[in-house]
């Protein structure tokens, strides 16, 4: 503890317009106290007694959340800069207990003063201004959980509808997969029964059951070919299907063609089954293909819904502990699959991945709120065409990760503004002004990490840097 020197109070911004009486009289009221490092200045939760202001050192405002945990903003040494009993002004309605924990991260020395005489130091000297501050406080907390909310319900509307237009595809692709299976099997148990009726014997339908197994392992095997190739090969079956009498030639060349099926394994067939079951037994290969390819079909939409949910999951970071040690990749993947459904025909997505960064201890479910506010900026600013790029790199401390586009950029004037709550450049009713804010409040005071933009006409990159390793305290708090 030591006296207070009015000349050292007036060079803070916060005192500097006092005159020499209420610096005095400040001064009378206070007290210097000195903190080394690693030291509380104050606690949160303790009884809100002090207000306290930055003389010199270095500082750091940590909250405990219920919701996010455990909240460690910025560390500081701006003399002026200060924390405790901010409110007290406020009188009965003040929190009577301290909403954050400030700790002496270097060597430290405060002035400390009582949070009665700074209420009525605030109330006495600034009446008016008393009063501003407290419907600023009162009405903008209000006013930011209120948009805060909307905005988060109005990101998980845009992943919803697109992800939901996702997962319709594949799932209308396999309901219509499936109704064709239905017809397919029920016509290839006919054309079985018709070979029996016809007395085929059982050594020759072995022998037809072997190739129908054999085409069927063909189907989506064969090298590829062209278009003009398909449509030949599919001509010139049709030609030796219709010589042998086989009705629905050119019905049933196609699905025999996919199958790797030519006028070459006609021989093949008759010698095997015989010259009077060959129409019956190249009908009953047909639809054994077909089945083959429905069930590709079925099998390759379930497993696109399957990878959807498993994106989803990693999106949403279900069934995790909220703080794990994670690969940034499968983080920035996954939200770019939920963004697939939304993205404009003219819109191309690039990633340009360092496979050498090391996983990241984070919050998975937060920094993905991050990578879709970015994405979500990105696609606004080009419109209908453009280039997204996703790319990564990684120095000794800490991973980069860059969300770059091709739109309009964002003004020299506003630049340093765009991480302001409430500042947008979108029409009223389009933007909120909030996800900037809160992918700082992310990235910053979650993480401990950093977050800027460069930005040119045409091109545009938000830089994240987030640190390699953990706090050191152990108390999963990322320092800044």
């Known amino acids: 503890m030591s006296t207070v020197d009015i000349d050292e109070l007036r060079k803070l911004f916060l005192f500097e317009r006092l005159t020499d009486e209420q610096l005095t009289k400040l001064a009378d ?12 200045v104050v606690r949160q939760g303790e009884p809100a007694d002090c207000f306290v202001v930055l003389m010199e050192g270095e500082v750091q405002m940590i909250s405990e959340t219920v919701s996010a945990g455990t909240v ?16 007290a002004y406020l009188g009965e309605r003040a929190p009577q207990t301290y909403q954050h924990t400030l700790r002496a991260t270097a060597p430290s020395r405060l002035f400390v003063l009582p ?22 406080q009162s009405g903008g907390r209000m006013q930011r959980e209120m948009i805060d909310r909307r905005q988060r319900l109005t990101a998980l509307g845009t992943i919803t509808a697109g992800l939901t237009h996702e997962l319709n595809n594949p799932a209308a692709a396999a309901v219509r ?36 197994e054999a085409c069927m392992e063909a189907v989506g095997t064969l090298p590829a070919r062209s278009p003009l190739e398909i449509s030949d090969a599919e001509d010139e079956l049709g030609d030796a299907l219709d010589e042998l009498g086989v009705e629905n030639a050119w019905d049933l060349a196609p699905a025999l063609v996919n199958a790797g099926f030519g006028a070459e394994h006609l021989d093949k067939v008759r010698r095997k089954v015989g010259e009077e079951h ?24 379930t497993e696109r819904i399957t990878t959807l949910i498993r994106s989803a999951k990693e999106y949403s970071q279900m069934d995790r502990a909220p703080f794990q040690v994670l690969d940034l990749h499968r983080l920035l993947d996954s939200t770019v699959a939920i963004f697939r459904g939304k993205l404009p025909p003219g819109i191309t997505v690039v990633t340009d991945y360092d496979r050498t960064l090391p996983p990241v201890p984070c919050y ?5 709120q991050v990578w879709t506010n970015l994405m979500h900026n990105a696609l606004d600013a080009m419109g209908e065409e453009g280039t997204l790029t ?13 969300i770059g586009d091709t739109g309009h950029g964002v003004p020299d004037a506003i630049k340093d503004r765009i991480f302001e709550p409430f500042f947008t450049t979108k029409s009223v009713g389009e933007g909120t002004g ?13 993480h401990g990490g950093e977050i800027k933009v460069r930005s040119v006409p045409g091109e545009t990159w938000f830089e994240v840097r987030l640190p390699l390793r953990e706090a050191a305290n152990g108390d999963r708090s990322p320092s800044a």
Do not use: C
Request: glycine share 8%; proline share 4%; no cysteine.
């Open 177 to 212: 997969a499936v109704s064709e299976l239905r017809s397919l099997v029920r016509s290839s148990r006919v054309e079985l029964a018709q070979l029996a009726e016809n007395g085929i014997p059982p050594e020759r339908l072995r022998a037809l059951i072997e190739m129908q």
């Open 29 to 40: 009221s206070g007290r210097m106290a000195t903190y080394g490092q690693d030291e509380d």
């Open 72 to 87: 460690a903003m910025p560390r500081t040494s701006q003399p002026g800069v200060y924390g405790g009993a901010t409110s």
């Open 278 to 301: 060959t129409p019956a037994a190249l009908r009953w290969l047909s639809e054994a293909v077909e089945i083959s390819q429905m069930l590709n079909e079925v099998t390759e939409a």
């Open 115 to 136: 949070a009665r005489k700074f209420a009525y130091i605030v109330t006495e000297w600034f009446p008016m201004a008393m009063h501003l501050l407290d419907g600023l």
């Open 390 to 402: 996703i790319r990564t790199a990684h120095d000794e401390d800490e991973a980069i990760v860059e």
């Open 364 to 368: 998975g479910g937060e920094l993905n």
């Open 434 to 446: 909030l996800g900037l804010d809160i992918s700082y409040r992310i990235v910053a005071g979650r």
